[in-house]
């Protein structure tokens, strides 16, 4: 998902942007990728300590009951043009290195509406919106500088990633348009946080900073070797004796203290009334928003006031073997403690006669308020509800960007053969 993400300011992109104030802040935006929910020790799980974050949801505002697309590439886009996914065609799977497919370049994006306003403007981390033409990466995007990789996962030490064929197998990381070789063997979360800390330090503030710190971690390395962590920082978590728990632990673990290094600069920028409703605990000016839409999959799912409604798989992933839609618990169980501060917690509890959500098969309906973790389908029982849902699913479809049935179409002139070993624009 990327759906455990984390991150230390939320910008939301009004319809207009105008300055309202003389001295705008200095932004920067920590995004954590896949971060899980017992991945942080904030809500109450004591296996993985995360003071740095914790800092930030005592000191900021915890959005509990929001959700995120959960891959990384629709994700992306909707940060960076707050619209919906399924408004550019970009709601469905995500890019694949070799892939000739990014966010539209008509798309203005969230940096290039910042720099309208003055502001400075740079990425740390990952890209993954596209890379096949130079005008598809961030230099051309609206950031002025750009250290990081075009690919959804890399290796955390070699910066190489994995890849469905080898011939497209290559370096990632780049200095601007420059590959950083010499960065080989230095570990990604501690190497971006270096540069991150270097590019506010050298920051000269007549101008705002905005600075976009897209973390790798703890998105896994790959499907041979997922987990990678220094192993001065493993060895602090020997009392988890699941293999890869442990390295994910060190992962989340690192980019925690990377977080204590920066987070003193966050801030929270959101306009309008949506800044009320969170700040000050009023009503949400809003009563429905579309999770996913894409005919393709088919997968569907929609939220209006306290009612959840979900249909198909998440990315057409029907086999049993591989499934985005079920609960997962870690391999040592959930260690819960006493949870701190109320605003953290979310209270479940599985009804004893809830019915189950098969919705390869049929629409799922869930009450959100009274049962946040969707244990009990009420398709049945609200018939009325999930009809009126599914009517709203098939009005906004109306008005959707087709998704790509063919994706995954690799264009051989991207095979790093031909450029020395990179993975890097091939097209002009």
């Known amino acids: 998902m990327e759906y455990g993400n984390v991150a230390c300011t939320l910008f939301l992109i009004m319809p207009a942007l105008t300055v309202t104030a003389v001295k705008q802040p200095n932004i920067v935006f920590i995004l954590a990728d896949d971060l899980g929910w017992t991945d942080v020790s904030f809500h109450g799980y004591d296996?993985?300590?995360?003071?740095?974050?914790?800092?930030?949801?005592?000191?900021?505002?915890?959005?509990?009951?929001?959700?995120?697309?959960?891959?990384?590439?629709?994700?992306?886009?909707?940060?960076?043009?707050?619209?919906?996914?399924?408004?550019?065609?970009?709601?469905?799977?995500?890019?694949?290195?070799?892939?000739?497919?990014?966010?539209?370049?008509?798309?203005?994006?969230?940096?290039?509406?910042?720099?309208?306003?003055?502001?400075?403007?740079?990425?740390?981390?990952?890209?993954h919106l596209g890379y096949s033409k130079r005008t598809m990466t961030p230099l051309y995007r609206g950031f002025d500088s750009f250290f990081g990789y075009y690919a959804g996962a890399n290796d955390y030490f070699n910066y190489t990633p994995e890849v469905r064929k080898e011939e497209w197998r290559g370096f990632d990381l780049w200095d601007n348009v420059t590959a950083c070789q010499k960065c080989k063997g230095q570990y990604s979360t501690n190497l971006f946080t270096e540069v991150a800390i270097k590019k506010i330090d050298e920051h000269h503030y007549e101008k705002p900073l905005f600075l976009y710190f897209s973390h790798m971690a703890p998105h896994a390395a790959g499907k041979y070797d997922p987990t990678q962590a220094p192993w001065k920082d493993e060895k602090h978590f020997s009392y988890i004796k699941h293999d890869d728990r442990r390295e994910h632990a060190a992962m989340v673990n690192v980019m925690d203290q990377s977080v204590g290094k920066n987070y003193a600069?966050?801030?929270?920028?959101?306009?309008?009334?949506?800044?009320?409703?969170?700040?000050?605990?009023?009503?949400?000016?809003?009563?429905?928003?579309?999770?996913?839409?894409d005919p393709v999959g088919p997968e569907y799912a929609i939220r209006w006031k306290n009612y959840k409604l979900v249909y198909g798989s998440p990315a057409g992933l029907k086999t049993k073997s591989f499934r985005m839609d079920h609960w997962y618990k870690p391999p040592?169980?959930?260690?819960?403690?006493?949870?701190?501060?109320?605003?953290?917690?979310?209270?479940?509890?599985?009804?004893?006669?809830?019915?189950?959500?098969?919705?390869?098969l049929v629409p799922c309906l869930f009450d959100i308020e009274e049962d946040p973790c969707e244990y009990n389908n009420l398709a049945g029982s609200h018939k009325n509800i999930a009809d009126l849902l599914m009517e709203k699913i098939r009005e906004y479809n109306t008005t959707a960007l087709p998704s790509d049935p063919d994706i995954f179409d690799l264009d051989p002139r991207a095979k790093t053969a031909f450029h020395h070993g990179l993975i890097e624009p091939w097209l002009t």
């Open 47 to 127: 296996e993985i300590p995360t003071p740095n974050i914790d800092i930030l949801a005592e000191e900021g505002v915890i959005l509990h009951d929001y959700y995120a697309q959960y891959l990384c590439t629709p994700s992306r886009v909707a940060l960076m043009t707050g619209k919906y996914p399924f408004r550019t065609g970009m709601q469905r799977l995500v890019l694949q290195i070799g892939e000739d497919r990014a966010l539209p370049l008509e798309e203005k994006l969230l940096p290039e509406y910042l720099k309208d306003l003055g502001y400075s403007t740079h990425i740390i981390g990952k890209w």
């Open 265 to 293: 600069f966050c801030f929270l920028a959101i306009g309008g009334r949506s800044w009320d409703a969170i700040s000050e605990g009023l009503p949400s000016p809003r009563e429905e928003i579309v999770h996913q839409i």
């Open 332 to 360: 040592n169980g959930i260690h819960a403690k006493f949870i701190k501060h109320e605003k953290a917690a979310v209270h479940c509890k599985k009804p004893s006669h809830a019915l189950p959500c098969h919705s390869l």
